[in-house]
Nanobody, 118 residues
Framework: QVQLVESGGGLVQPGGSLRLSCRAS???????????LAWYRQTPGKQRELVAH???????NYVDFVKGRFTISRDNSKRTVYLQMNSLKPEDTAVYFC?????????WGQGTQVTVSS
């Protein structure tokens, strides 16, 4: 079983930055490195949406509303995926989660709350 723990969220003013981390533990040894990993976000009453993903070869892809502002990266030795968020906007306010992309996703973590407000 894989456990995901997200961290790094908080309250930030518009235009500010945050760096989120997501560490995987458990039965992860053979599955983390080959997996395409992603960050998702969710706001109350809405479905969880994909924000960015990074392949095993470190190819990255972003949804339009974060392109040029967010950067996803990974450190397989630490079994961690990161999301650097710059130029934050109030509409980025959400709970952010990480997981693999595709079928048989791992159990979701608690997420980390990001609030962008003045």
């Amino acid at each position: 079983q894989v456990q995901l723990v997200e961290s790094g969220g908080g309250l930030v003013q518009p235009g500010g930055s945050l760096r989120l981390s997501c560490r995987a533990s458990g039965s992860i040894f053979s599955v983390f490195a080959p997996s395409t990993l992603a960050w998702y976000r969710q706001t109350p009453g809405k479905q969880r949406e994909l924000v960015a993903h990074i392949s095993d070869s470190r190819d990255t892809n972003y949804v339009d509303f974060v392109k040029g502002r967010f950067t996803i990266s990974r450190d397989n030795s630490k079994r961690t995926v990161y999301l650097q968020m710059n130029s934050l906007k109030p509409e980025d306010t959400a709970v952010y989660f990480c997981n693999k992309v595709g079928t048989q996703q791992w159990s979701w973590g608690q997420g980390t709350q990001v609030t962008v407000s003045s």
